[in-house]
């Protein structure tokens, strides 16, 4: 498709450990329209952070490596670019904000001190110039005095207003797409509604395309347009989020769905548990990586794993099953 | 459910931790007010949901109530005695009755003793079993909590978060207790794992009629798994009500503004919501706001807020309230 902004195909990315190679994800393939809100949801270790990191050429080698895959961004391919070229690529086409954001801000700066820093290396402003954008930035996420709290250092500030400051940082450059690894994880109901609040009035205000990543599916259902969902390294239903939520098609799916309480919850159910761990892949699997957990597993699911395919007529939802969850027979 | 049996009876439960200045000649010059006169019953074989923000007591509250932390004053009492004047081996003998599963089933495990030797270290310790029959009864606790007794020989560091978070329930129920403290105990776990503990720990306590005070951040977990429910912010407790009244008439503003911060796993009831959005952050407990400690962060605040302490009123049977000006949603 032309109208995308960003197109990974076959992205593969391993790890080489003791205990032998990890397959964190295996040959996925996914778009990103321009002005989008793409969720990504998976339980720890589905490899949705290893992704996007790949993506930025931020996969420590060794001992990981990406071992096959395109990302076409503006006709150039991310993945085969040079050190140098990647580096103007990040922070100012394509940013990011982390999981931890005391880990992530350096503590002995100040928080002026790294706000300037993109401005000047990559829009190329002199100090006092950055110094007045940075201003504005805190300005634009919230932060009341941000002229003064410039000089501040990252332990002066609270957790929510950490990750304001890393949310500015990341858009100090206006970048194209905002990827976001589970930005509001470390934070309490209140301030992450908070942020939540000011990524939407951001990305209706700058139009940028968003990677949200997270393993909360309620944070994904107010936030997104489509969402992926991982499994094992895999992508194994993807779909607009209207249709995912109403919807589900992918036995996991629908397993996490069921096992999430919710605060508007009528009546008192059992929670539908789905038995078993999630996998890590230290092989290419031969079966359905979910099969073992799997309700529905019939035979042919332990002999091939599935392809993500359209379900039905509708192009946009997509599985990686076998099964019609729907009849529990097989599709097709 | 909930009958009116009164397991435990908490009452102007104070705990504060001292901050101390100099190195040679220590002096206080401060205190973390983390609980700051609380008040609550438990009633006999109900849940009673405690939640609230990082660093608003909850935690320090479960500690406080089974006397892990001494309370600065107050009393606890369970089964008609108090908790904070017992010592030695009379406490000792109490603590059988009331036991705690910890948040993080990675730092609450020893990762030098084997699963039998964490399970089986309560009997010891309280000499209620020794030899044959505390393998025995460790395989039978084991089984209970869907661990097979062929694991008893292995150390933690071979199990998933789930399977240990199984183990601490396991070691929680060895003595028999009547009261068990889950401090957030399925905070650090999957979502797929979290449903598994959650159901294990509902069974449990239809099997053995065991009463919780259940700890969480997580208001959907905290519906689901309590029959009542006690919100606390910066030291005390701003309301406390059965769990559909807490959840469908909220009285105060912060219990309002926390449960529209939820968000929902529905990308339709998502966009039907209207949101109150707090603004700023939570003060600190070392020098907490003077009347109503929400005052500073709520929509509603007036004048009066900052002058006097809001009392806890009973607006509605059994729904306490601390606020001046609750009223008007009655």
Redesign the interface.
Known sequence: MADLLLDVQGLDTRFRTQQGVVHAVNGISFGLKEGETLGMVGESGCGKSVTVMSLLRLIPTPPGKIMEGTAKFFGQDLLKMTNEEIRFVRGSQISMVFQDPMTSLNPVLTIGQQLEEPLMLHVGMNRNQARGRSAELLELVGIPKAKDRLNDYPHQFSGGMRQRVMIAMALSCSPQILIADEPTTALDVTIQAQIIELVKRLRDELGMAIIWITHDLGVIAGLADRVLVMYGGYIIEEAPVKELYANPRHPYTIGLIGSLPRVDEKEHTRLASIDGLPPILMAIPKSCPFAPRCKYAMEHCWKENPPLEPVGVEKEHRIACWVDTKTGRERR | MSSNNVLMHVEDLVKHFPIHQGIVIQRQVGAVRAVDGISFDVHQGETLGLVG??GCGKSTTGRTILQLYRPTSGSVMFDGVDLVQLKGNDLRKMRRKMQMIFQDPYASLNPRMTISEIVGEPLVVHQIASGKDVEQRVEHLLELVGLSPSFANRFPHEF?G?QRQRIGVARALALQPSFIVCDEPISAL???????V??LL?ELQQQFNLTYLFIA?D???V???SDRVAVMYLGVIVEIATRDEI?LSPLHPYTQ???????????????QRK?T??QG??PTATNPPSGCRFRTRCPIAQAACAESRPAFRELKPGHFVACHFADQFV
């Open positions: 923000e990082s998933s789930g999957d979502v797929s794992i979290q449903a598994q959650v159901n509902e951040h208001l959907s977990m519906r689901h798994i959840y503004a926390l449960l529209s911060a939820v968000p929902i796993p529905d990308p339709f009831a998502e966009s949101r959005i707090l952050d939570v």
